[in-house]
Structure formats: C-alpha cells, structure tokens
C-alpha cells in the first residue's frame, strides 16, 4: 500500500537558520510521483515540485533544495536561510500514476514549520 | 496563467441541508480530483474525473455525490450534511505534464 510519513509533526527555528523536512515514502510500482506542497495559514496548497522516480537528481530552486534517494525511499526538503514569510504547514504527497489519469495523491500528514524572528 | 476556480470560497450550512461544490479546472486539463482536508489534517481524496467520467474513489461517503460536466467543470454535491463534514474542500486539475494544479478551495462550515 502506497503511504507518506512526515515524522515532522512541529519545527520551530529562528529566521535565518537552515531546516530539512523530512519525507519517507512507501510504494510497490516503479513508476511514481512525489510532490511538494506548501499550506500558508490562508489555506491554499501552493505547489512546490514534482519529481518523477526516474529522476533522482538533487533539485535546487532559489532558497529551497530536495534531496531524492530511491535507495531510502525519501524525498527530503531543505530551506536555507529561513525566513518568517516560510512559516506554513507542509506537505509530502505520492502519486503512482501519471497525474493526468488516475494519479490520485497521497499526502503525509504535513509538517508545520514556525519560523520566528 | 488561468487557475483552478472553485465556488464559493466560503459556505455555511445547517446540519441535514444539502450543499453543491463546484470546480472549474484549467483549460484543456482533462482530469478532476476533489479532495476534503478536515482540520488539522491531511488532504484525503475523495473522487476523480477523466473525460467527464469517474476514474477513481476514495473515502466518499454515501451522502456525497459528483460529477463533471461537457465542459469539464465538476460539482461535489453532499445531502445531509453532518457537523464532522465541516472541512476544507480541494479541487484539482491535470493533464499530462502540466501535473497537478489545486484550486484555493471552499472551506463548508455545518452548524
């Protein structure tokens, strides 16, 4: 069975410190999708990135970075230099289809970060 | 970039009413989802669309029903609404490498 597990349920840092979020995944087909997605108190689910399992090469975009390893099954979030406008809940989800059929998400049970000034 | 439209933003119901969601995914994306977060939660699936008929269910109770329409718009319809339906509601849209888009959701509020 296809399941997401963020051990993270609370992070607190101060504003300028790094943080890893942590994601471990677990799934039968080789074929699969993980996503990243950001919850700011307003609600909406902003879309971070999407990694195909072909593709385990590290993603860096600006502040933030994952690290991909099939190997133990996680697809870990860093963001460096934190800042409060980060604060928000955030989400590890798996898909094992194509997202454009059947490719329902599987979301972890989010991490909520607090960064504090 | 046009976005998934969801209506309305915000809903209040009584219990036992009845309420209709809806959901206007991107152009050209030719699948649906809808997914219900309660608070505190993660988002859980409920139902998907692709080309207007119904590829896959999760937890949906009975009293909730769905559909999407020929111009690929989808309405989430729940009778007899229960206080525990109170919830964030997701819709999302794909297609192909355009992955997955989320709209900003109707937050149902049942008293």
């Known amino acids: 069975a296809q399941k997401v597990t963020q051990a993270q349920t609370e992070i607190s840092v101060v504003e300028k410190e790094d943080v890893t979020l942590d994601c471990v995944y677990e799934?039968?087909?080789?074929?699969?999708?993980l996503f990243w997605y950001k919850q700011p108190p307003s609600g909406e689910l902003v879309f971070l990135i999407r990694r195909n399992s072909f593709d385990e090469q590290n993603e860096i975009s600006g502040r933030y970075s994952w690290n991909f390893q099939k190997s133990t099954s996680s697809f870990n979030f860093t963001i460096t230099a934190s800042q409060v406008v980060d604060s928000a809940v955030y989400f590890c989800a798996l898909s094992e289809n194509e997202p454009s059929n059947t490719g329902k998400l599987i979301f972890g049970q989010g991490t909520t970060l607090q960064v504090k000034p | 970039a046009a976005g998934v439209i969801q209506s309305p933003r915000h809903l209040i119901k009584e219990k036992r009413e009845t309420a209709t969601l809806k959901c206007y995914p991107i152009p050209r994306h030719d699948t649906v989802y809808w997914y219900q977060q309660g608070p505190g939660q993660d988002p859980q699936f409920l139902i998907s669309f692709y080309e207007k008929m119904q590829s896959d269910k999760g937890s949906i109770p009975d009293r909730f029903s769905a559909q999407q329409f020929s111009d690929y718009h989808s309405e989430l319809n729940m009778s007899s609404l229960e206080l525990g339906d109170s919830a964030l509601y997701f819709c999302?849209?794909?297609?192909?490498?355009?992955?997955?888009?989320f709209g900003s959701g109707t937050r149902l509020t049942v008293v």
């Open positions: 799934t039968r087909d080789t074929t699969y999708y």
């Open positions: 999302a849209s794909s297609w192909g490498q355009d992955g997955y888009t």
